[in-house]
């Protein structure tokens, strides 16, 4: 239930957003707008207004905007004062880019807002895993394995925690900061001068056992039926301990088999799977689809110019990692197995909802910029492919004929139908995949 409320919640927000561009835009360019429709039948309400029939219907994933003269296909038309066709070539061009930026900027609003509000960041356990030679932290005698008891006599429960309590400590003036480390069944207290936070935490980094987050619906590790939580012992063979060790051998493996030894409760597990190419900020890398392991999380606040720097930065670097998969796709076509429906969306959504409320809309606003992205590749039905027909009208001084325009829509509308199946049969090939490797799992268990 918790899926099906997130999917609707976000399908309906972002198509709602984006038909309401579309609308908004027409009337200012002198286009007609005759009915705006949100949502699929049947019919909640309606009313009329200026000329327009709105109406509200009961399934919210869906919307229209119907325009004066869409009839423009029909042999003998006449364009009229207020019509599609009636309107100048730029004008239509504004109208369909209303839709995409209305999305953009739903998607630059929401991240701005997560900003001011506070970005969920993954804490860990107050646990050493390496110290940085000539550190502070070295210097102090810290070595891989110390926990972190306290810090300034203030108890410590997680890195995060150390962290906060340090900067405390410092605010009362204290003129060297006193942490106590457990080691070995003992506790040793080091001292670390005033002002020294910085550079004590640079040198350190926390440990983060080798444990899989949350499963990524479509990816590999989700059709091998792994589970949050099962604990990775070994990576083709080779014993690993933190969650580094674990990421830097799977990620070197694009396309090759990888066989996880792993621990599930008091069970030991073996299973193979293919690690799919993804763009990260570093390259193409592995990716089976698993998040790191959390020990906790906490808010992180920014102020309004940081929150609008991030929130730019974020959507710029979302915007470059679609088009890089794009052209994945185009150059390599057997990788169109990882597209996803809404089948998947509803899991992402499900599982999202589950972590937060600022979670989910941080995924709306990753989709809606895949929404914008998307809207304007130059595809017939498409906005951006209305963009396309009317620059070139632009260009050529007058549309295409009529009988081209209409074919290259009948062929744009096959090649979205193919491509939706394509999506879904996707997804229920994935499902399948996993129910078919769990049942393995557990019938191997078992034995």
Same mark, same amino acid.
């Given at each position: 239930m918790i899926a099906f409320l997130a999917t609707i919640?976000?399908?309906?927000?972002?198509?709602?957003?984006?038909?309401?561009?579309?609308?908004?835009?027409?009337?200012?360019?002198?286009?007609?707008?005759?009915?705006?429709?949100?949502?699929?039948?049947?019919?909640?309400?309606?009313?009329?207004?200026?000329?327009?029939?709105?109406?509200?219907?009961?399934?919210?994933?869906?919307?229209?905007?119907?325009?004066?003269?869409?009839?423009?296909?029909?042999?003998?038309?006449?364009?009229?004062?207020g019509d599609y066709m009636a309107c100048p070539w730029w004008g239509r061009v504004l109208m369909a880019l209303a839709g995409p930026l209305a999305n953009l900027a739903t998607a630059l609003v929401i991240f701005f807002a997560i900003g001011l509000a506070g970005i969920r960041v993954p804490d860990f356990e107050p646990v050493v895993d390496t110290v940085a030679p000539g550190s502070l932290a070295q210097r102090l005698g810290v070595v891989p394995g110390d926990r972190i008891v306290s810090v300034g006599d203030a108890p410590v429960a997680s890195w995060h925690?150390?962290?906060a309590a340090w900067e405390r400590a410092e605010r009362a003036g204290s003129d060297r900061v006193a942490v106590v480390l457990a080691r070995g069944g003992r506790q040793d207290t080091v001292r670390a001068v005033h002002g020294s936070r910085a550079e004590w935490f640079a040198g350190l980094t926390p440990l983060v056992p080798a444990r899989l987050g949350d499963i990524q619906p479509g990816f590999p590790a989700y059709q091998a039926g792994l589970h949050k939580g099962d604990a990775v012992l070994a990576v083709d063979g080779r014993p690993v301990?933190?969650?580094?060790?674990?990421?830097?051998?799977?990620?070197?493996?694009?396309?090759?088999?990888?066989?996880?030894?792993?621990?599930?409760?008091?069970?030991?597990?073996? *299973?193979?799977? #293919?690690? /799919?190419?993804?763009?990260?900020?570093?390259?193409?890398? @592995?990716? %089976?689809?698993?998040?790191?392991?959390?020990?906790?999380?906490?808010?992180?606040?920014?102020?309004?110019?940081?929150?609008?720097?991030?929130?730019?930065?974020?959507?710029?670097?979302?915007?470059?990692?679609?088009?890089? *998969?794009?052209? #994945?796709? /185009?150059?390599?076509?057997?990788?169109?197995?990882?597209? @996803?429906? %809404?089948?998947?969306i509803g899991q992402m959504a499900g599982e999202t909802a589950k972590k937060g409320f600022s979670d989910l809309m941080a995924l709306m606003a990753s989709l809606s910029i895949m929404l914008f992205v998307m809207n304007l590749l130059p595809l017939p039905v498409l906005d951006g492919g209305v963009i396309f027909f009317s620059v070139l009208e632009g260009v050529r001084r007058r549309p295409l004929p009529v009988k081209v325009q209409s074919f290259i829509q009948q062929v744009g509308v096959v090649l979205l139908i193919a491509l939706m199946l394509l999506a879904v049969a996707n997804d229920g090939l994935r499902i399948l995949n996993r129910r078919a490797a769990v049942r393995s799992q557990q019938q191997g268990t078992a034995k």
């Amino acid at each position: 239930m918790i899926a099906f409320l997130a999917t609707i919640f976000l399908l309906g927000v972002m198509i709602l957003v984006h038909e309401l561009g579309h609308l908004w835009m027409a009337r200012r360019v002198g286009i007609r707008v005759l009915k705006f429709s949100f949502g699929f039948p049947p019919k909640l309400f309606g009313f009329t207004r200026g000329g327009t029939e709105y109406v509200v219907q009961a399934i919210p994933v869906g919307g229209y905007v119907k325009l004066a003269g869409e009839e423009a296909f029909d042999q003998g038309y006449v364009p009229q004062p207020g019509d599609y066709m009636a309107c100048p070539w730029w004008g239509r061009v504004l109208m369909a880019l209303a839709g995409p930026l209305a999305n953009l900027a739903t998607a630059l609003v929401i991240f701005f807002a997560i900003g001011l509000a506070g970005i969920r960041v993954p804490d860990f356990e107050p646990v050493v895993d390496t110290v940085a030679p000539g550190s502070l932290a070295q210097r102090l005698g810290v070595v891989p394995g110390d926990r972190i008891v306290s810090v300034g006599d203030a108890p410590v429960a997680s890195w995060h925690g150390a962290d906060a309590a340090w900067e405390r400590a410092e605010r009362a003036g204290s003129d060297r900061v006193a942490v106590v480390l457990a080691r070995g069944g003992r506790q040793d207290t080091v001292r670390a001068v005033h002002g020294s936070r910085a550079e004590w935490f640079a040198g350190l980094t926390p440990l983060v056992p080798a444990r899989l987050g949350d499963i990524q619906p479509g990816f590999p590790a989700y059709q091998a039926g792994l589970h949050k939580g099962d604990a990775v012992l070994a990576v083709d063979g080779r014993p690993v301990r933190t969650w580094e060790e674990m990421r830097s051998l799977i990620v070197t493996k694009i396309d090759r088999d990888v066989t996880l030894t792993m621990l599930r409760g008091g069970d030991t597990l073996r *299973v193979t799977l #293919r690690p /799919v190419e993804q763009q990260t900020g570093e390259g193409a890398a @592995g990716m %089976i689809g698993i998040t790191i392991p959390e020990f906790g999380s906490y808010r992180q606040r920014l102020g309004p110019l940081e929150a609008s720097a991030t929130a730019v930065y974020s959507i710029g670097r979302t915007i470059s990692l679609i088009y890089k *998969v794009l052209f #994945r796709l /185009v150059v390599k076509p057997a990788t169109a197995k990882q597209l @996803g429906s %809404i089948l998947m969306i509803g899991q992402m959504a499900g599982e999202t909802a589950k972590k937060g409320f600022s979670d989910l809309m941080a995924l709306m606003a990753s989709l809606s910029i895949m929404l914008f992205v998307m809207n304007l590749l130059p595809l017939p039905v498409l906005d951006g492919g209305v963009i396309f027909f009317s620059v070139l009208e632009g260009v050529r001084r007058r549309p295409l004929p009529v009988k081209v325009q209409s074919f290259i829509q009948q062929v744009g509308v096959v090649l979205l139908i193919a491509l939706m199946l394509l999506a879904v049969a996707n997804d229920g090939l994935r499902i399948l995949n996993r129910r078919a490797a769990v049942r393995s799992q557990q019938q191997g268990t078992a034995k």
